[in-house]
């Protein structure tokens, strides 16, 4: 995995922070975190648009950012998570794994 796809990996970890910040932040330091997440996640989604396709750039970040989001609040939270939630969280990965499959060849300056 080169450093662009690591990076979207990364902006998508901060999404799932900031989305679930803006569920449970309830002081200003944690408002502060979920701003900083954002404004993280976002640069670094930008910056990887530099090198990657912006479609797929995006769909990825969305895909991993639901799907994390998703996992946390079924394991931290204790949200109920049905067959059907997993059937179509999986679906979403496959759509992932396929854009950065097909992705590879178009990836500008080697992605570094």
Known sequence: ?????????IAAIFEVMWVIGLKHASNPLE??????AIF?????????????????????????????TILVDAFVFN??????TL??????LVGVIGLKL??????KGGGK
């Not at 097909?102 to 990836?107: F, L, Q």
């Open 1 to 9: 995995m080169n450093r662009s796809w690591l990076s979207i990996v």
């Open 79 to 84: 949200q109920p998570m049905s067959f059907m």
């Open 40 to 68: 993280i996640s976002f640069y670094l989604m930008i910056k990887v648009g530099e090198k990657i396709p912006v479609g797929t750039v995006y769909a990825v970040f969305v895909g991993l950012g639901t799907t994390g």
């Open 31 to 36: 408002w502060l975190g979920t701003l900083i």
């Open 102 to 107: 097909s992705s590879d060849d178009k990836i």
């Open 87 to 92: 059937f179509f969280v999986g679906i979403l």
